[in-house]
T-cell receptor, first 114, second 114 residues
């Protein structure tokens, strides 16, 4: 079945450092790809998405490019802030037994220190 | 506007008890999903409703798990004869149209089975 593998955390960075969180996927067909973020005490929020190969999703300074040739969707940010501390989940939509369900990676916890 | 709400936020049950978890989706959203998130893992799909119809229940782990959405709005996930391995956060998500759209997540219900 479809699956998502993302780098394990936790990741600790200093403020203004460059962030990369790796994500690769295995899927049949042409899935849409997502990054969700979970801030402490809050629900999952969509951060960005890409629906076809070579699309770049971007939001709040974060970017990720849908790379079909390497089956990857790595998350990047040029300069992280303390407020970016959260758990980040890479995900894809795949057709199951009657719905486009989300398949998630295990999550990567990011801590940004001043 | 109001987002997805879930209640209770926390539930402690003794092994063998039945529990009921409630989800209030965003008003007017057609699609509703339930996910289970074990500690340190990403969410895993349980079941999907389109209005009141349960179109996909392929992720329900056993026949002890039952979900309903009788009027196409509020949904209830029921777990009968709870076991320790049922301890997890149960997430509800809704989407405005069919299932291949952005999903909006609630804060989750953390279930602990003693």
């Amino acid at each position: 079945g479809d699956s998502v593998t993302q780098m394990e955390g936790p990741v600790t960075l200093s403020e203004e450092a460059f962030l990369t969180i790796n994500c690769t996927y295995t899927a049949t067909g042409y899935p849409s790809l997502f990054w969700y973020v979970q801030y402490p005490g809050e629900g999952l929020q969509l951060l960005l998405k890409a629906t076809k190969a070579d699309d770049k999703g971007s939001n709040k300074g974060f970017e990720a490019t849908y790379r079909k040739e390497t089956t990857s969707f790595h998350l990047e940010k040029g300069s992280v802030q303390v407020s970016d501390s959260a758990v980040y989940f890479c995900a894809l939509t795949s057709w199951g037994a009657g719905s486009y369900q989300l398949t998630f990676g295990k999550g990567t916890k990011l801590s940004v220190i001043p | 506007g109001a987002g997805v709400s879930q209640s209770p936020r926390y539930k402690v049950a003794k092994r063998g008890q039945d529990v009921a978890l409630r989800c209030d989706p965003i008003s007017g959203h057609v699609s509703l999903f339930w996910y289970q998130q074990a500690l340190g893992q990403g969410p895993e799909f349980l079941t999907y409703f389109q209005n009141e119809a349960q179109l996909d229940k392929s992720g329900l782990p056993s026949d002890r798990f039952f979900a309903e959405r009788p009027e196409g709005s509020v949904s209830t996930l029921k777990i009968q004869r709870t076991q320790q391995e049922d301890s997890a956060v149960y997430l509800c998500a809704s989407s405005p149209h069919d299932s291949n759209n952005e999903q909006f997540f609630g804060p989750g219900t953390r279930l602990t089975v003693l």
